[in-house]
């Protein structure tokens, strides 16, 4: 009789090399393949349904897997090299094509790009739950939701990354860059409590527990199932905290998970339970650090808190209901229920003596550069919320008379009376809210019916309805928002600064249906799909720049004395819909050509839409609605080889970008507030991508892969153009993305050796090297200089042109970063106790090392001009104008470092 397991053992036998390259996830009822279990291997169990069934639903699984793309599966092996000090992001860079770099350790402002596309463009999802902001794509809004997530390293079994655009049933919402698949940890069928504990590098700890009930058998007398119908219970619980490998970046993390798994039919059919509740609190740089600040106090320095932080504590909670049922042999369905919020503080604060007006130097400056402060005077604005400024509202706010000044320093006071321009002294410091609930639910069904004619199909069919609110205002992009002058901001009427009271939403509903129709002796397969996605999209607030002014604000002595009043209720709503056609040709070369066992051929076409982000429904001075869904067209082709010890695989991509999202705001001159959408840009990634494992022996294996990315512009037009979006500019036509790698590579050995020192134990050595190529990077140019017509935007030698290009960020021609490589160790001995030590069954060791040879290299660079109060010109063509807020300074280069050699000692004790 075939068990559960046995049926997992016997897919195995159709893959050729798993050693530590996982399948893809199974079916209901069935166990994850571990990448290491071998082709015979059974657990012992003894209940098992009839062999006809278990025969039957094998072959089902066989042929519900789709045909061959360029899937990348990520397994045990790589979450163990990646590290305590790594994440889910930085996991990803063990793929082709996958560039990623954070600032800090452990869930820590990940930025992620694929082929190109940036991370807030790419789907991510626990087991087929949308997990990225259906709002904004990725953590949410800008400088949201930045420490922690809603599922960490070690609440994850492996992952899919399917680049460019998944097959639609794993496609999920809002993509156009592809579809990150995790999988969650689930519980063992042992029994069994581990206690962990890990020390490491820039004073990181790391402690937890996991307790695993196995199968609960003997429960209530065997009522909720025996033998593969029992239910199966885990929790786990560990506490991550790091000084940070930039100085004042302190983290902390708490990951919790609690899962259930209940089998039935005969293990056929599965319900899951799934409950996520982390935690993620420090400080962050959200701007790389200027070069002249780290030349003098070092490549790893940063302010201090006193000068300037970011602070912000996160709290993510997931709930995901899922159940999958084995309904005959030609039809299984599922039904997915879940619910996600996020709660995001963030507290930004510079000392108002790091302010200098014109352009001179604050207190923290250090070679004509000063820091980069994400507070209102950090930006020059603060005159904008003077009466006579666009953001002055008599009714909300009444910073007139800068009753904050009482705090300020007399220095500061009396330098910015001298130029004649608004203190910082209460515009310093910000303390702002976010909070998202996401509700949603996906039916599914797959159906196999008989061949007919020697013709299978396999019918896949479902959908996703989610919705997702947030009180995060348009233009503001946050909930309710405080200004101060100290660090510690009270959150009073008198302080709040945007008298809100609206928010943003989006209800997505999506379709899908694909069939995989498989020909000629099963070697021609043919997968057609379609997806229909639409959204209904809204965003409002009463207290909106260039929103409708209320009777009452209208009616008060400012507004009455003839001062422009602004600010008002505004609403946008916005319904899309977008059809995306599928289609996936794969061929077997085994029956035509023996000699070539193991080698397909496939190829697809495919489209994917991201809808336009809700930050962007904001009053639009285009004088459109918000921007409709960008679309990628993509193009694949390639080869893949399985066969015995050695799996290769080989493709090329194309894929284009049209109506690319587009973002401008004048923070400066008579239009100061005024925001532009668009979705006019283009842009076309394509390359190559190659990868292979080879077991050279039981013990050894040996693997690597390697990708081409040529990214560039195809258009003139308004974008965010770094990978991070951090920088808003123009993409110049022909001009490359930055930061994405023309080059990337993984490659290693890995070396798994059992019984080394004592019967059944187990050493496992797992070195690798990662190459980064040349990124392209940016500059910030002064609006003096032409570099073209931009649609929208009056002519050059215009004041007009000046103050819409003054700061804008472009492609840097004379800049880059160049290539670096890293290499990682991972060395781990599992020992069991044989009985000797009581109720602890097997201790694990682990040494695991982060450039071990301490490479030095930036992850994130580029020239910018740092914004200023800069008065107004007095002598030229613009005489007596406003000065741009990136006029007054000079421009200077910043950067990111990369984290230095790192090592990190875990200790694992299972009882």
Not at 249 to 256: E, G, K, Q, S
Not at 410 to 428: E, M
Request: one cysteine or more; hydrophobic letters at 30%; aromatic letters at 12%.
């Amino acid at each position: 009789m075939l068990g559960a397991t046995a049926i997992s053992s016997l897919l195995l036998t159709t893959t050729a090399v798993v050693a530590q390259v996982p399948t893809n996830n199974p079916p209901p009822g069935l166990p994850a393949n571990t990448g290491t279990q071998s082709a015979g291997s059974a657990n012992g169990n003894t209940a098992a349904p009839s062999e006809n069934i278990t025969v039957r639903a094998a072959r089902q699984l066989l042929r519900e897997k789709n045909s061959p793309s360029g899937v990348t599966e990520l397994g045990s092996a790589q979450i163990a090299q990646t590290g305590v000090q790594g994440s889910t992001a930085t996991l990803l860079r063990a793929a082709p094509s996958v560039y990623v770099y954070q600032q800090g350790i452990g869930n820590n402002e990940p930025v992620i790009s694929i082929r190109g596309a940036r991370g807030l463009e790419v789907a991510q999802t626990l087991d087929g739950v949308p997990m990225q902001d259906l709002l904004n794509g990725g953590g949410g809004s800008y400088l949201q939701n930045l420490l922690g997530g809603h599922f960490n390293l070690d609440q994850i079994s492996g992952v899919s990354l399917y680049p460019g655009v998944a097959y639609p049933d794993k496609s999920t919402f809002g993509t156009i860059g592809g579809t990150i698949a995790y999988s969650s940890l689930r519980p063992s069928n042992e029994s069994k409590v581990d206690v962990f504990g890990s020390v490491g590098s820039f004073k990181t700890f790391n402690e937890g527990f996991e307790v695993d009930t196995g199968r609960l058998d003997k429960v209530f007398g065997g009522l909720l199932g025996t033998g593969d119908d029992a239910p199966k219970m885990m929790l786990k619980y560990s506490n991550l905290q790091t000084a940070g490998y930039i100085d004042y970046t302190p983290a902390r993390y708490n990951n919790m998970e609690f899962a259930f798994d209940k089998p039935y039919g005969d293990g056929l059919s599965l319900f899951q339970a799934t409950a996520i509740y982390n935690t993620g609190s420090g400080l962050i740089t959200p701007e790389p650090v200027p070069l002249p600040y780290l030349a003098q106090n070092g490549e790893f320095s940063n302010y201090s808190p006193d000068q300037q932080f970011v602070r912000q504590n996160n709290d993510y909670f997931t709930l995901i209901l899922k159940n999958d049922t084995y309904i005959n042999d030609y039809i299984t369905a599922g039904l997915t229920a879940f619910y996600l919020y996020s709660d995001s503080y963030t507290e930004n604060y510079g000392n108002p003596t790091i302010f200098a007006p014109s352009g001179e130097p604050g207190s923290a400056t250090v070679g004509g550069a000063s820091p980069f402060n994400q507070t209102v005077a950090g930006f020059g604005e603060q005159s904008g919320y003077q009466p006579g400024g666009p953001y002055y509202d008599p009714q909300s706010y009444f910073y007139g008379a800068n009753p904050q000044t009482a705090g300020c320093p007399a220095s500061t006071v009396a330098q910015f009376a001298a130029a004649g321009q608004t203190n910082p002294c209460g515009f310093n410091s910000e303390y702002s809210r976010v909070h998202d609930d996401t509700y949603g639910f996906q039916p599914r069904v797959t159906i196999t019916p008989p061949n007919i004619f020697g013709i299978a199909n396999t019918i896949k069919i479902g959908g996703l309805v989610a919705k997702e609110t947030s009180d995060a205002s348009p233009g503001a992009n946050t909930g309710p928002s405080y200004l101060g002058i100290y660090s510690e901001i009270p959150h009073t009427p008198a302080n709040q600064v945007n008298g809100f009271d609206g928010g943003t939403q989006r209800t997505i509903y999506q379709g899908y249906a694909q069939d995989k129709i498989d020909l000629f002796q099963n070697t021609l397969h043919l997968t057609p799909g379609v997806t229909l996605e639409g959204t209904d999209s809204s965003a409002d607030g009463d207290k909106i720049l260039n929103g409708t002014p209320s009777a009452s604000l209208l009616a008060t002595a400012y507004c009455q004395a003839g001062n422009d009043c602004l600010n008002g209720q505004y609403k946008a709503h916005k319904w899309d819909r977008e059809w995306l056609p599928f289609m996936n040709v794969a061929y077997d070369l085994d029956k035509i050509l023996p000699a070539a066992r193991g080698v397909s051929l496939y190829a697809s076409y495919a489209t994917s839409a991201l809808f336009a982000p809700t930050t962007d429904f904001g009053p639009n001075a285009a004088g459109s609605g918000p921007p409709g869904a960008s679309i990628v067209h993509m193009y694949e082709g390639g080869i893949k080889y399985n066969r015995q010890n050695l799996s290769l695989s080989f493709d090329y991509f194309y894929q284009h970008i049209e109506r690319d999202f587009g973002f401008f705001q004048y923070q400066s001159g008579p239009l100061q507030g005024t925001e532009i959408y668009s979705n006019l840009g283009q842009r076309e990634s394509k390359g190559i991508e190659a990868s292979a494992i080879y077991q050279v022996s039981h013990d050894w294996q040996l693997f690597g892969n390697v990708s081409h990315t040529l990214a560039k512009y195809l258009k003139t037009s308004l974008a965010s153009v770094t990978v991070q979006e951090d920088q808003f500019g123009l993409a110049l036509r022909g001009a490359p993305e930055s930061g994405v790698p023309d080059w990337l590579s993984t490659f290693g050995v890995d070396y798994d050796h059992r019984s080394t020192l004592t019967h059944g134990d187990e050493f496992n050595v797992r070195f690798e090297g990662q190459y980064t190529g040349k990124q392209a990077t940016t500059y910030d140019v002064t609006g003096l200089t032409n570099i073209g017509s931009i649609a929208g935007v009056p002519p050059f030698g215009t004041y007009g042109y000046y103050n819409a290009t003054a700061g804008q960020t472009v492609y840097n021609p004379n800049g880059g970063i160049q290539p670096f490589a890293v290499f990682n160790l991972d060395l781990n001995y599992k020992l069991p106790m044989h009985g000797h030590a009581g109720p602890l069954h097997t201790i694990d060791f682990d040494l695991n090392g982060l450039n071990i040879f301490n490479t030095r290299y930036f992850q994130y660079f580029y020239n910018q001009i740092s914004p200023s109060s800069c008065g107004t010109f007095t002598t030229g063509p613009f005489k007596g104008q406003q000065i741009s807020n990136y006029g007054c300074t000079r421009a200077f280069n910043d950067a990111l470092p990369g984290e230095p050699a790192a090592i990190t000692f875990t200790v694992r004790a299972s009882f």
